[in-house]
């Protein structure tokens, strides 16, 4: 190599050019290769990411929109739902708990089915997972109660049966007062939904009576609270006897407890429908004012 004169050295330096841009070439063309394939893959990924975007705000107006549309049917069907409820309980209490006492399974399958309408009719008008929560728990402890009665009969059962109803009827109270009590004109669905939540009173201490009955034997002459067909029908007797304070004498609360509940009962018997006129004629007489003074502004 130290004997190539300059010209060769030129010759060198010209082959070697070639080389270099033979050498050159294909790396510039792998390079454009790569740089259409990274542009492909950056496209797909763009339009698959533009493809969950849509999917997303697709599904979210979708949420969105079956949210609106419940909450027009709840605005629509709750008052009506308050007069259905109130048909439902009133069937289940003075029709199928007598016929019950006839020890006819029948009967115990159409109240079970009465039930179920009541807690789903609930949950609509409450909207509320917590409301439909506790009455599926209130329903799961009346089932429970009646399969362990087939095989293994207890006194378990009569407790799951009334605390089941002491759950509802507290639930269902507590859904009925607010849609009756809301804000908003006084209808004839209101006021019958206001009937219903003196039924639940009533239902409500049927399940306290209940238990405590069969906490405390004797607690109450003149009725037998053990598991049997009619103890239902004695109950509801009973306690709408006290709640209206009627009076008959037939049942009598002996110990100081069941006394309690009887005399808390009948207070509530009195003292419930003049808070409830009060409260729903101040409120329609509330409601009434605008409207007055719109016809009053019209006229002039």
């Not at 009962?265 to 009195?270: A, D, L, N």
Request: hydrophobic share 50%; aromatic share 10%.
């Amino acid at each position: 190599m130290a004997t190539v004169d300059g010209r060769g050295s030129r010759r060198f330096a010209l082959t070697a050019l070639p080389t270099q841009v033979a050498y050159c070439g294909p790396s510039r063309a792998r390079s454009g290769a790569s740089d259409v394939d990274w542009t492909k893959e950056t496209s797909i990924h763009s339009s698959a990411a533009s493809t969950v975007t849509l999917l997303q705000r697709w599904e979210s107006d979708m949420a969105a929109t079956f949210e609106t549309r419940v909450r027009k049917l709840q605005e629509q069907y709750s008052d009506p739902i308050l007069t259905a409820l109130t048909i439902l309980l009133l069937i289940l209490m003075f029709v199928f708990a007598p016929l019950q006492a006839t020890g006819h399974i029948v009967f115990q399958v159409f109240g079970f089915l009465l039930a179920f309408a009541i807690i789903a009719g609930a949950a609509f008008m409450s909207g509320s997972t917590t409301v439909f929560f506790a009455m599926m728990v209130a329903l799961g402890m009346n089932i429970t109660a009646v399969v362990h009665r087939l095989s293994n009969p207890s006194a378990l059962d009569l407790h799951l049966i009334a605390g089941g109803w002491l759950i509802l009827a507290i639930t269902l109270g507590w859904v009925v007062a607010r849609q009756v009590f809301a804000a908003g004109r006084v209808t004839y669905h209101r006021i019958v939904g206001a009937i219903l939540l003196y039924f639940l009173i009533s239902i409500i201490f049927v399940a306290l009576f209940a238990i405590v009955g069969q906490a405390i034997p004797k607690a109450f002459s003149g009725i037998a609270v053990d598991d049997n067909a009619a103890l239902a029908s004695n109950l509801i007797y009973f306690s709408f006897v006290t709640l209206t304070s009627t009076g008959y004498g037939d049942v009598v609360p002996v110990h100081p407890i069941a006394r309690s509940l009887c005399n808390l009962e009948s207070i509530f018997g009195q003292l419930y429908p003049a808070i409830l006129l009060a409260r729903l004629v101040t409120q329609e007489l509330g409601d009434a004012k605008p409207d007055r003074r719109q016809k009053r502004d019209k006229a002039r």
